[in-house]
């Protein structure tokens, strides 16, 4: 199954050095999931050919500009490219508030339905549940009220060997209780035990998205054996006080987490503006956590 992760935006609070604020475009299973919305998205979508039209789901971790201001421009651009299919929305309630307010004074209606589905800073909670994936929040301690979002991929059916399959004379119809694990049982009575004809399929992945925080220990047990996370690293080690006072972490930090939390891979962004490159941040990373990438604009990661 297709479990990835293309970076749209990945400046903090304002665009500089060809950087975007904060979008990511999630591929599950060929079902796009838009997390974050930053100013310019709808751009960046265009730039690194990613259909808009294809998004079903948004999820916005909090409403500072920098993580929401591209979406009424996205949903407006949607409703007039004729969308009619529904759009849902995961985010703070006030979110709402500030979509509704700004399409009553275009005079807007939009023509296909917004489902708000209100996150809940206070603790974890699974907001989305499909055949494919699950959704939990992540309670972060950032200036104002903030969740990360927990991507779970859901465990496949058994793989079928088809070799051994046609060797065993299986009818075909049987194939889909071999596929949930069950043994098949023959007219003569004998019992083909399910683990000689099929494999296991691959243990489920998860995909942390960690936005704006302060290092805090309280999401360190939810985000454990993380398959790939993604956490902001706003600044270098030698501006930790400014990070506490604005409430994010440093790339040594966000290595730190991967390393405490049992991670596979770390990806970090949401850089300030005050680096013009990124080696610095990357460097600072690793010297914690050697698995660590730049959420590289355009960039596509297999979770």
């Not at 994010?248 to 990806?267: C, F, P, S, V, Y």
């Not at 990357?282 to 979770?303: C, H, M, Q, W, Y």
Request: glycine share 4%; net charge negative.
């Amino acid at each position: 199954m297709k479990f990835e992760v293309t970076i749209l935006g990945s400046s903090s609070a304002t665009p500089i050095f060809n950087r975007n604020p904060t979008a990511q475009i999630l591929n599950i299973n060929d079902r796009l999931y838009l997390i974050d919305c930053g100013e310019g998205t709808q751009q960046q979508m265009l730039r690194f050919d990613v259909k808009a039209s294809r998004i079903d789901h948004i999820f916005i971790s909090h409403i500072h500009g920098d993580h929401y201001l591209g979406l009424v421009g996205l949903l407006s651009s949607l409703h007039l490219n004729g969308r009619k299919k529904p759009l849902k929305i995961y985010g703070p309630a006030r979110l709402k508030e500030i979509i509704d307010l700004q399409l009553s004074y275009s005079e807007t209606t939009l023509q296909y339905p917004v489902e708000f589905n209100f996150t809940n800073p206070e603790k974890a909670e699974v907001i989305l549940d499909t055949p494919d994936v699950s959704v939990e929040t992540i309670p972060l301690d950032h200036r104002i009220a903030c969740t990360g979002f927990l991507f779970r991929e859901k465990k496949r059916l058994r793989k079928l060997i088809k070799d051994k399959l046609e060797h065993a004379n299986i009818p075909v119809e049987y194939y889909t209780a071999l596929k949930k694990g069950a043994d098949y049982v023959a007219p003569d009575g004998r019992v083909i035990q399910n683990d000689t004809v099929t494999i296991d399929s691959e243990e489920p992945k998860t995909y942390s998205y960690c936005s704006d925080t302060l290092y805090n220990e309280m999401y360190f047990k939810q985000i454990n054996n993380s398959t790939m996370l993604y956490h902001e690293a706003t600044f270098l080690n030698n501006m930790l006080e400014r990070a506490g006072e604005t409430h994010h972490t440093t790339a040594l930090q966000a290595g730190e987490i991967a390393l405490r939390t049992n991670t596979k891979k770390l990806l970090i962004g949401h850089f300030s503006a005050r680096y013009k490159t990124l080696n610095e941040l990357l460097d600072e990373a690793r010297s914690v956590f050697p698995e660590t990438e730049l959420a590289v604009e355009g960039k596509t990661f297999v979770i």
